[in-house]
Each structure stands twice: as C-alpha cells, then as structure tokens.
C-alpha cells in the first residue's frame, strides 16, 4: 500500500489540506494519507493555537469521511519537538506490514528554500519520497498568523532554484488546485464571527462550534 505523510499543525485543518490530500492520491496513485500534527514544531512560533488533542480530534474528525485518509498522532503522543526525521522513522516501523516502497512526504513549495536547515533532511530526502506542492501566496493578519524562528524563512524564494539543490533530484511535483484558504485566516474569521462553515470538512465545524475553539461565540 503506498502511503505519503501529510504534517503540519492543523490548526485548523480545513478543506484545502483535504483536496490536496485527494489529489496526490489521485495524481501519483497513493492508497493513504497519513495526516500528522505536529506537537511542537521546531521552526515556528505558533499564534492561537489550541491544545494539541484539539487538533488531533479535528483531524480524526475530518478524516472519518474517506477511507484514504488517516489521522496520526505519532508526534503529540511523543511530545516534545516534532522532528519529520524521527516521524518518518516511526511511521515506517509502524506501517511495515502494509508499506509499499518509500513514504511519500507531501510539502508546500514555500517550504523548499529552507528545507537544507530541517534536522536530518538529507537523511529525509534518501528515505523518503518528497512530494512538492503548489501554495498560493497570501499576505496573512500579523495578529493570527504564525511566525518562522531562527534562520527559517530568510532564503528569498524567488531566488530558489530547484535544480541546482540535491536534496531536491528526486521529487515528484503535482499540479494541485490553488485554494487560497489558510488556516491563518479561518482562526480569524472565527475570532471576528464571521463565516467558516464551507471552509472546513464539516465535522470539524460541529467540533469548533461544539468546543467553542478559536474564540467561537
């Protein structure tokens, strides 16, 4: 069964991270897709953020509608730091029984200036399948929005050449939809009352209402 790791925070998760998720099955023929948020990750200073069991049981929530999709909480039942390395190392253990070849790794493009800083990436790069994505960019609130620490996101993407990165010689890019959605800007939109409903899989807008998350009233 081939399988790719979708990480990131999820705070929340919403309809983008899931069209994206279909789409890498779709395109490059993936079984499942194992959403993992992070517990604590190493290069961002999180704004607004809800306890992480929230998170998980968000994305429990929206992963109960399709099969393909798998809500793993490898790195909040670990704790501490989120290192993909060590999550990759985990799941591949986890999942021998059922894993075809490599785990797929899905990443937003925005990611790749900065990918030679992660801890281990090249051991990342050999062990896994990078799977690169389109992101739409957004100027996001300063309010809400969450914050790179220590050199993370100070290469200049346009300045990013692809090929002429190693780490880079044998990942797949996919030509996903641009959904100009953002967590960032769901978080707000809540906090200001305003709509979100079609934003989000709709289990996890009963589970913000239900739990009164991101200042819900």
Request: proline share 5%.
């Amino acid at each position: 069964m081939k399988m790719a790791i979708l990480g990131g925070s999820f705070n929340p998760i919403h309809v983008g991270h899931l069209a994206l998720a279909d789409d890498v099955c779709i395109t490059l023929g993936y079984d499942r897709i194992l959403f993992v948020p992070t517990a604590t990750p190493p290069h961002k200073a999180m704004r607004e953020i809800v306890p992480a069991q929230d998170r998980l049981g968000m994305v429990k929530a929206a992963c109960s509608e399709d099969e393909r999709f798998i809500a793993e909480g490898c790195e909040i039942e670990r704790g501490g730091v989120s290192y993909t390395c060590d999550t990759i190392r985990i799941l591949e253990e986890k999942y021998k029984d059922t894993l075809e070849g490599k785990l797929g790794l899905i990443m937003g493009e925005d990611l790749l200036p900065d990918f030679h800083l992660w801890n281990r990436a090249e051991e990342i790069a050999q062990r896994c399948t990078l799977i690169v994505a389109r992101r739409p960019y957004k100027q996001e609130s300063a309010l809400f929005a969450n914050k790179n620490v220590g050199d993370y996101g100070k290469t200049c993407q346009l300045d990013f050449d692809i090929t002429k990165e190693p780490l880079f010689n044998n990942c797949v890019a996919i030509e996903n939809p641009l959904l100009t959605i953002s967590s960032t800007d769901i978080r707000e939109r809540i906090s200001c009352g305003k709509s979100f409903g079609y934003l989000v899989p709709r289990p996890v807008f009963r589970y913000i209402i239900d739990g009164k998350l991101y200042g819900y009233k």
